[in-house]
């Protein structure tokens, strides 16, 4: 079970992040260019969901940005209990993650191909070149 507190931990650690608040929440950046972010459902979200005979879920949520669509709709078909998203994702590339429903390695392995995604190329090269050959892509 992860926390805010691990989003915190492992996005601060990449290269040249910053937490900034944003619409009222955390938010990491890389270079001015968001990647994670603290995200709470609102009262909408919630009606979306319920609407959709969709659960609503509890506990602490991230939004987590993803390379494509196509990314996107793997992750919430091969683990729906972490991964959600909701109408007002709609052709957003981010998912949704159930903070208590994932594991450290795995919450980092995500944040760290999100930061990948936003970081300009030779900070991510740069970055790349120097983790360990044994270290997660």
Known sequence: MATLHDVRRIATALP?????????????RVKDRGFVWE????????????????PVPEGELIGVRVADE?????????????FLTIPHFDGYTAVL????????????ELIVEAWLLKAPKRLA????DARPDDAVD
């Not at 196509?70 to 972490?82: M, N, R, T």
């Not at 090269?125 to 790349?128: E, G, S, V």
């Open 125 to 128: 090269t740069a970055f790349l």
């Open 97 to 108: 993650v159930r903070l208590d429903a994932i594991g450290a390695a795995e919450l980092e």
């Open 39 to 54: 995200r709470p459902l609102g009262k909408k979200d919630v009606a979306d969901l319920e609407a959709l005979g969709e």
């Open 16 to 28: 040249e992040v910053t937490e900034k608040a944003a619409w009222g929440n955390q938010m990491w």
């Open 70 to 82: 196509a990314d996107k709709q793997a992750l919430l078909a091969s683990e729906p209990d972490i």
